[in-house]
């Protein structure tokens, strides 16, 4: 399996921008699908974005058009860059890496969209 372990989140105004980071322990060439998923308050976790291991990507539809999913496979990285962001987009900001037998998480980035 692998550590992830999320950073760049925080406190933005509504309109404005973040750039996300998932590090992981290992090589993640290899991992399949690497994603980011975010949970509100009260609410289920759901998916953000996903990218496959050949650039293929996919997006909740609430974030299509704001935000851009790519990795890094010689840092070992994923990004998750977010634009236009709205106070809706509050949440904790996971990410996960998911192989053909096993899924690791990493521990969250807090993301609030606030004046």
């Known amino acids: 399996q692998v550590q992830l372990v999320e950073s760049g989140g925080g406190l933005v105004q509504p309109g404005g921008s973040l750039r996300l980071s998932c590090a992981a322990s290992?090589?993640?060439?290899?991992?399949?699908?690497m994603g980011w998923y975010r949970q509100a308050p009260g609410k289920q976790r759901d998916l953000v974005a996903v990218?496959?291991?050949?650039?293929?990507?996919n997006y909740a539809d609430s974030v299509k058009g704001r935000f851009t999913i790519s990795r890094d496979n010689a840092k070992n990285t994923v990004y998750l860059q977010m634009n236009s962001l709205k106070p809706e987009d509050t949440a904790v900001y996971y990410c996960?890496?998911?192989?053909?037998?096993?899924?690791?998480w990493g521990q969250g980035t807090q993301v609030t969209v606030s004046s």
């Open positions: 990218i496959t291991t050949d650039g293929t990507t």
């Open positions: 996960k890496a998911t192989s053909t037998q096993w899924f690791s």
């Open positions: 290992r090589s993640i060439f290899s991992i399949y699908v």
